[in-house]
């Protein structure tokens, strides 16, 4: 490979990193039909097929020893690959191997010679390249895992298989260790616990498939807990790294694998019960052959407090008001500084939104999207948080009304705050942070929104006066009032208006801020204070004004601020406090 052409422009490319970049895929894409040939023999015995697939393992097992480790400098350090310049790829790469050589046992295609040149040439020496990054309680280390079990039965190295189901960073203690008490991955990303899903699924029906008892249980809460954080428009919040995940897209293929596992759950075919059945080639091959759709459970505001994660629903399923926020652990190395980051949807349209996260290897992800400035939470002195975690305050759901509270005093040294979300029956929104620090601070309070923006505040061309994640923010301009003032955010034909409460000395500043998808911009609103002690209030409804009756008042005497909430049309004045005895 010495010149590639963009059928695009034709602008024509050679040498490093272009060379590499076509040998992995073509390493990824002979690996894939390794697999599928094989599996098309099994099927069709069409000797075709699996005179392919033996062609692909017997070559592989002639070259894959004489290829460098490296990594994807080219360098040999830990976490690369032979065939890839990364231990995850070329873990993938082997699972598709090793069940192609799986699916032509007693085939007569493999000679007994061809059969020990494939264990010694491919199969054990890529155990052994892909177990020299054991990465601990981590998503990478499941793939690592699933490869090494498989091509480790087959090889006969059955002291390494069993490692990877008993030993210190096995699946048992994956499960033991990785999946919190409420079922969320440790790395509180919904992306990353459905690729941890992914990546332990062919051990698992591996594993059913022979006499070795692994307790997989965790496995039914994990696929029944983050259904817990389905938004409106049946995607995953894009939480911390990670891809976007959608019932529509794709996450159909994964609950039928795993309906078939725990065929006695109550709730694990709700997602194919409203979506559809999954159509992937392990969806067919492990899904159950008959399914009776027999209705779903409707779900409702809820708090998962082992992964710091509070969901409060109001309205019909088809028109719903939805809040998410975020304070527990950080995530490790994917975590992203948000703690009392929050996500709103009014009426089945999204208000309030973060960033989020869109791949890696640019400055938008690397620098931008784990920024605090990035979610719809509070920065302090243009700073962003710590690597923190933040505790529930109390949870209340009553009759179509929810309400939540959370704190942290660890993501800014000498700071603590409080974040009040709550959801009216009507699907309207309110929302109370107080910050509180030992010396006077900047405070900006921060909400991304989803759409366009347009307000009557006279804002002028303005700067932040901060760097860093501040410096990708695009068209600012800013205004100091003391008032109350409106915003609308359009989207999809639906427009909400935000309202925050004024207060002496605040500057509100507009701006554009990138996003997901990479590429895109959204409006930032930024309500900054310079203060020891603040608390900000707003509210969100439907429509281009506040809807009449809905009326917010923060009384804030110094003691424990309390927000006062009217519902339209209703006589009963609504009391919300950090504390819930003062709730009514």
């Given amino acids: 490979f010495t010149l590639h052409r963009s059928p695009a422009t034709g602008k024509e490319y050679s040498g490093y990193p272009y060379d590499e970049c076509i040998t992995t895929y073509r390493h990824r894409y002979i690996g894939t039909q390794a697999y599928e040939m094989a599996l098309a023999y099994a099927l069709t015995e069409d000797s075709r097929y699996g005179q392919r697939a033996r062609q692909i393992l017997v070559e592989y097992s002639q070259r894959y020893q004489h290829y460098e480790y490296h990594d994807r400098h080219g360098l040999p350090n830990r976490g690369g690959g032979k065939a890839f310049p990364l231990s995850l790829d070329e873990a993938e790469w082997l699972i598709d ?266 400055s938008v992800s690397e620098n931008f999207f784990p920024s605090t400035l990035a979610h719809s939470t509070v920065v302090v002195d243009g700073l962003d948080q710590l690597d923190a975690s933040g505790c529930l305050g109390y949870f209340e759901m009553e009759e179509g009304a929810s309400t939540v509270t959370a704190c942290t005093d660890q993501a800014y040294t000498g700071v603590s705050q409080r974040r009040l979300m709550h959801t009216t029956e009507e699907g309207h929104f309110a929302d109370m942070f107080e910050v509180e620090g030992d010396v006077t601070n900047t405070i900006d309070y921060v909400i991304h929104a989803q759409g366009t923006a347009s307000t009557s505040l006279n804002l002028q061309p303005s700067s932040f006066g901060y760097g860093g994640a501040y410096s990708f923010l695009t068209d600012v301009q800013s205004i100091s009032t003391g008032e109350d003032f409106e915003i609308q955010f359009e989207h999809n034909g639906k427009t909400s208006t935000l309202m925050v409460l004024g207060e002496p000395g605040t500057t509100v500043f507009l701006a554009r801020s990138p996003g997901y998808p990479i590429g895109t911009r959204h409006p930032i609103l930024v309500v900054r204070r310079t203060a020891q002690r603040t608390v900000f209030a707003a509210g969100i409804t439907e429509g281009s004004t506040m809807v009449p009756g809905f009326d917010l008042e923060l009384i804030d005497d110094g003691d424990e601020p309390v927000l006062q909430l009217n519902r339209p049309q209703e006589e009963d004045l609504r009391t919300l406090s950090f504390v819930p005895d003062v709730n009514n």
Wanted: no cysteine; hydrophobic share 40%; charged share 20%.
């Fill in 97 to 362: 191997l090793a069940s192609a050589y799986d699916l032509l046992q007693g085939s007569g295609l493999l000679s007994e010679t061809e059969k020990q040149q494939i264990v010694d040439g491919l199969l054990l020496p890529a155990i052994q390249v892909v177990s020299l990054n054991d990465l601990g309680v981590h998503n990478i280390q499941i793939w690592h895992n699933t490869a090494m079990f498989l091509a480790g039965l087959h090889a006969k190295d059955y002291i390494r298989a069993r490692q990877t189901l008993r030993g210190a960073t096995g699946v048992e203690a994956q499960f033991a260790q990785g999946v919190q008490a409420d079922g969320i991955w440790w790395e509180n990303s919904p992306g990353y616990h459905f690729n941890t899903i992914r990546g332990m699924l062919p051990m698992i029906q591996a594993v059913k498939r022979t006499s070795l008892q692994v307790d997989i249980s965790p496995l039914e809460t994990m696929m029944t807990a983050v259904f817990d954080l389905k938004l409106p428009d049946h995607t995953l919040p894009l939480i911390n790294d990670g891809a976007r995940e959608g019932y529509l897209s794709g996450l159909r293929d994964e609950y039928e694998q795993v309906v078939n596992l725990f065929p006695n759950s109550m709730r694990l075919d709700d997602p194919i019960s409203i979506f559809g059945r999954g159509r992937t080639l392990a969806a067919v091959l492990y899904g159950p052959a008959d399914f009776k759709r027999e209705g779903w459970s409707d779900i409702t505001s809820k708090v998962l407090e082992g992964s710091g994660l509070a969901v409060l629903r109001s309205g019909p399923y088809w028109q719903r008001t939805m809040a998410l926020m975020d304070f527990g652990t950080h995530g490790g190395g994917h975590g992203h500084q948000d703690k009392l980051g929050i996500s709103v949807w009014v009426q089945g349209t999204e208000v309030v939104r973060e960033a989020g996260s869109d791949g890696y290897g640019n």
